[in-house]
Antibody, heavy 117, light 110 residues
């Protein structure tokens, strides 16, 4: 059974870079799309983008200028970097395996990242 | 402002049938499949049901979906207290070249 676990700093200062890693267990990272999504407190879901195990990426245009994904096949994990963060980037960040278009299964448990000085 | 439109809330009593709508456009719901996610309080979303009514193991057949044109619906029959959750629809958007979500519907079991 595939499991995903997000990790990274829970508090980031404004204008700095948010960095998260998603560790995949129970299956190889190869052969799937790996997604990052976020959910601001009390609000809905937003897709940030995805990365294929080969390194090919596709980012949400609204975040594209600030987002970078990477994949580490040797560690079976993938990562997110979001630069120049503001309070609007405060959210629960989820990683999820992509099984098709708009088909995310499973999801990580999520990690709340707060942007504050 | 979400790309797909869902009612913010829905409710029903145990045993009732409830439907949740998801409205989009020709670039998403009108031409692509719609998937649904369930988010129980304080937990991560989980894939609930695919557009062809395929469900992960463990999801009861009380949950069903339909689609017509640029609108889709999730129906829950025999409503149970454990169904109280937020429900999200999602579809691929050809203009965005990525997935889009509805704003979510909070289902209350009275």
């Amino acid at each position: 059974q595939v499991q995903l676990q997000e990790s990274g700093p829970r508090l980031v200062k404004p204008s700095e870079t948010l960095s998260l890693t998603c560790a995949v267990s129970g299956d190889s990272i190869s052969g799937y799309l790996w997604n990052w999504l976020r959910q601001p407190p009390g609000k809905g879901l937003e897709w940030i983008g995805h990365i294929f195990y080969s390194g090919t990426t596709n980012y949400n245009p609204s975040l594209k200028s600030r987002v970078t994904f990477s994949v580490d096949k040797s560690r079976n994990q993938f990562s997110l970097k979001l630069t120049s963060v503001t309070a609007a980037d405060t959210a629960v960040y989820y990683c999820a395996r992509g099984r098709g278009r708009a088909w995310f299964d499973p999801w990580g448990q999520g990690t709340l990242v707060t942007v504050s000085s | 402002q979400s790309v797909l439109t869902q009612p913010p809330s829905a409710s029903g009593t145990p045993g009732q049938r409830v439907t949740i709508s998801c409205s989009g456009s020709s670039s998403n719901v009108g031409t692509n499949t719609v998937n649904w996610y369930q988010q129980l309080p304080g937990t991560a979303p989980e894939f609930l049901i695919y557009s062809n009514n395929e469900r992960p193991s463990g999801v009861p057949d009380r949950f069903s979906v339909s689609k017509s044109g640029t609108s889709a619906s999730l129906a829950i029959s025999g409503l149970q207290s454990e169904d109280e959750a937020d429900y999200y629809c999602a579809s691929w958007d050809d203009s965005l070249n990525g997935p889009v979500f509805g704003g979510g519907t909070k289902l209350t079991v009275l």
